[in-house]
């Protein structure tokens, strides 16, 4: 019985090692090329692969070559871009510290001193809001009246808890609640703090701002002020 022609998929030929898969079961284009030479070392002389066939499986591997050198050029080039801007982030993060900035961050410190400057901004004019004051333990410790426009929003907090007293310094947690004339709550709040650099922070979640003690991304910080916010 003659041999008949195959194609790269027909392995494994006689004699010949299959080269291993890669991740997925993927072949790279070096198995590719082994398993083109097998092809040719065990096709049947009397019936030889036809000269078409032959070139379309060398512009398949031309193509999975270029394919292949066009994803390694690309990682190095994404990987090299992301050091750079790393490197230039870190760079630039120290002029950070001694300012004040107005950071997106429902966190908050009080180190009982002045009141606290805080703010929300609404997607929405509302018929309600309430600002409420919550301590490291999950309770809420102060509850204040807020503006109900739509847009950005500023309220100080002095400290104090309801009843009047002074409470212990530490991280401070600020929960809005906004509701419609309906009384349906409105959703898409977001809180935002004012606070003073005291340092940077190098870590595997990239680099973080120390504001008042309290951690904040690069990508949360929405103003820098010179002087206090």
Not at 56 to 65: D, H, K
Not at 94 to 115: E, H, R
């Amino acid at each position: 019985m003659p041999v008949q022609n195959v194609i790269a998929s027909d392995l494994p030929f006689p004699g010949v090692e299959q080269p291993p898969k890669g991740s997925g079961g993927v072949l790279g284009k070096d198995d590719f090329l082994k398993l083109l030479i097998g092809q040719m070392k065990y096709q049947d002389p009397l019936n030889p692969m036809k000269g078409t066939e032959f070139a379309a499986q060398l512009a398949q591997f031309s193509g999975l070559e270029q394919l292949q050198n066009m994803n390694d050029n690309l990682t190095e080039s994404l990987s090299t871009n992301y050091v750079l801007t790393s490197s230039i982030n870190n760079a630039l993060a120290s002029n950070f510290v001694g300012k004040d900035v107005k950071a997106m961050s429902d966190k908050f410190a009080w180190s009982g001193g002045s009141s606290v400057k805080l703010g929300y901004i609404l997607p929405e004019g509302a018929s309600t809001v309430e600002v409420n004051i919550i301590d490291e333990a999950g309770n809420k410790v102060r509850k204040l009246r807020g503006s109900t426009s739509s847009g950005e929003n500023v309220i100080l907090w002095d400290g104090k808890n309801d009843t009047g007293g002074i409470l212990d310094e530490g991280t401070y947690t600020i929960e809005v609640v906004a509701k419609r004339a309906d009384s349906r709550r409105i959703s898409g709040i977001k809180s935002f703090m004012f606070g003073h650099v005291q340092g940077v922070r190098y870590g595997q979640n990239g680099t973080e701002f120390i504001v008042d003690g309290v951690p904040v991304s690069l990508s949360e910080i929405l103003e820098v002020f010179d002087g206090q916010g």
